[in-house]
């Protein structure tokens, strides 16, 4: 039937013809590239780790509030890149909470740079970064057990970072478009529109938790240091970060944090008060091994490198906790880890020599530590350890939570241990290397007197 003909020819003519291979391969790198470009654009944009300071979008990302989580590696590697500050702080939460972030009349500016979590090798490769920042005449480290424990090496956003080495533009990209960074500003834009936030964080040193935390932190530091295991290679290794520094003319000090007896006491309970102490020697053996030319720009008097202890029983960190109400509290300390900018302002002050009032007098608060003086310095803290569980009001309190955790110990914890390797040693060794060379390059331009 001719009519019929007609029609299947018509319809076979309009029909389009199939993709081929090649036009589904390009339907799907272009379905892919429209994914990334909306995915990345809306990480980049949100930035919910306040890298850009273009981006602040009210009632969308006015409010970081989820990122302290990643401990801000992410704004600290970019900005070690950008600060203008002279003086850079570096260190875990500790450092992070017990110092402002900014310090308005310090001379050439000074920016807290420390990450909340952190350890000997994001330290190490945090202060190699700094030494190619020419605005930096002077570095401040805080120190403790932790940053020397055999834990991961670093946080997952650590990767992501300008800490870790290539371009800027390259970690901008690997953050708009990782999961996490997704995830955190999703987040963000969520608890902009809702008014949510991460309570748990923000709630951490309100008043009315301050004494619940003076009393619970001493079993989760114990379980902690029953668990302890110092790693010698990572002490190494962060002095190898500080060796970019040096050659670069950067004055550096570094300092032990000044953690309340409370805790303290929980490292000499769970026995490893001796590895404190080999820290301690560590730190003076490696430091007085360098000799570095005088600090281009000191901050402070004396040496390009110093080593400093504030921790050891001081009478600061004796001082009574809060009351169960939170209508008072401990004017030095948050809770028994984490002091405050109060104490973090002492620290500074003592190192530039200047006057303070007690507890915080120069006879009782930080002791410049050398190989000469380091035992003798060790035998003092054993004094004042025994001087405090003999006269402190609170000390038997705190002796007898000891005695029933080591009557019915609690359980370690257990998790997987991670040491440095070759291929870690390796590429901070490149690092560091790439800028001694440039350093002794363009040494003549400075005088070193």
Known sequence: MPGTQRSLSITTSDRKPPLTLKGYAI????????WLILFGGFTFVVDPYHVSEWSEIPGVNERRTRAHADGYRVAVGHGLIETEASTVLFGSSRSHDGFPD???????????????GTNAFEIANAVALAAENDAIDCAVIGLDLREFGDYPRADATYWITPLAGGSRIQAHIQTSLSLDAFARALQTVIDNVSGGSDTDWESAYAPENSRERFDTELQKRYRSYLGYAYDPQRTAYVFRGIDALLARGVQVRIFIHPIHSRIEEAR????IDELDLQMRRDLVHLAAQRHPLPSRASCFPGEALEVWDFAGFPEVAQTGPPSLSGDVINPWYYEPSHYRPALGLAILARMKGEALEPPVAADQFGVRLTPENVEAHWQAVRARRSEWLENDAWAQWVTEQYDRM??????IEERPRFFLNRDDFNSLER??????ARAAATFGERDPE
């Open 268 to 271: 000499w309970r769970a026995g």
């Open 27 to 34: 339907r799907l790198v272009l379905t892919l590239a429209a």
């Open 431 to 436: 690092r560091v290397s790439r800028i001694e």
């Open 102 to 116: 900014e310090i308005a009349d310090w001379p050439g500016g000074f920016e807290n740079m420390a990450m909340g």
């Open 406 to 411: 080591e009557a019915a110990p609690p359980p």
